[in-house]
């Protein structure tokens, strides 16, 4: 039996070398050389230009300020819905997975129709006699467009989380003498760190090497790492520099993966399904 398991395993490790440790391996091979095919670092080191140095340290700063945005709002809402007992298959949860479903292009066109200066909110506005708004292509309409498409990878990883905390602990600190902000800081937010550090990690990812809300919201005029990245591929044809930027981007997925093991080893906030 264990070796017919073994075997059904097969597809996945077919697919997983495929898909995504040949084409690891394959930008890992154009980062560390050259167009002769020799071995440098000069590529890796092309991230400390100021262009592109400029850039990581902007996307950096986008993403750091959009998780904290996603955080803030993810945990009460989060909250909420626990204190709700709600269960996974509820109708409330399933709005928060619905969005997910649609694709991710088709989300971000729908913000930048929305936000532009004569899109449909500014059109509402001019009805109303109120003054419009001008976020579009601008660091804010990105960072909105990153809160609204990642904040269910931050929502339902804390909901996972404290869905899990057993009652009696609470109610046990509180018959201790215990009020809500001790609880809260003492039990309830210490046993929820999993979803907390497992959403910012799925946050922060995504928003770091993004370059599609950049460009539709940013109208190309806010340049992320991840934008100089693409245009090194798509433009350029430069395959060894864009991997050798990748590869940096890398490091910063594997500071994040290795934040998921030490702080979630069970990967209970990963578990959101």
């Known amino acids: ?18 898909f995504i440790i040949i084409p690891l ?43 904290i945005i ?22 409330i949860i399933f709005i928060f997975i619905l969005p997910m479903w649609m694709n991710f292009l088709l989300r971000t066109i729908s913000w930048q129709t929305l936000l532009e200066n004569n899109g449909v909110i500014n059109t509402i506005l001019t009805t109303m006699h109120l003054p419009k708004i001008h976020i579009i292509n601008t660091p804010y309409a990105i960072i909105l467009g990153m809160v609204y498409n990642f904040l269910p990878f931050m929502v339902l990883p804390i909901y996972n989380t404290l ?17 809500g902000y001790q609880t809260f800081t003492k039990i309830i937010f210490p046993l929820s760190m999993p979803g907390v550090i497992s959403g910012i990690t799925m946050v922060f990812v995504p928003s770091l090497t993004t370059f599609v809300i950049s460009d539709l919201l940013g109208g190309g005029k806010v340049q992320l790492i991840g934008n100089v990245i693409e245009q090194e591929f798509k433009f350029k044809y430069d395959w060894n520099t864009g ?31």
Do not use: H
């Open 163 to 179: 869905e899990k905390i057993d009652n009696n602990v609470i109610n046990a600190a509180r018959d201790l003498g215990a009020n």
């Open 25 to 67: 391996l394959i930008v890992l091979y154009y980062g560390i050389t050259d167009v002769d095919g020799a071995f440098t670092l000069d590529n890796i080191k092309l991230m400390f230009d100021p262009i592109n140095l400029k850039a990581l340290v902007y996307s950096l700063i986008l993403s750091g300020i959009s998780t």
């Open 243 to 273: 991997s050798g930027l990748s590869i940096v981007l890398m490091v910063f997925i594997i500071i994040s993966m290795a934040f998921i093991a030490k702080y979630d080893k069970d990967m209970e906030g990963t578990n959101v399904w």
């Open 1 to 18: 039996m264990n070796n017919k398991k073994r075997y059904l395993a097969f597809p996945y490790i077919l697919w997983s070398a495929a």
């Open 70 to 91: 996603c955080l803030a709002l993810a945990y009460p809402l989060a909250m909420i819905l626990r204190n709700a007992q709600l269960k996974s298959s509820s109708f």
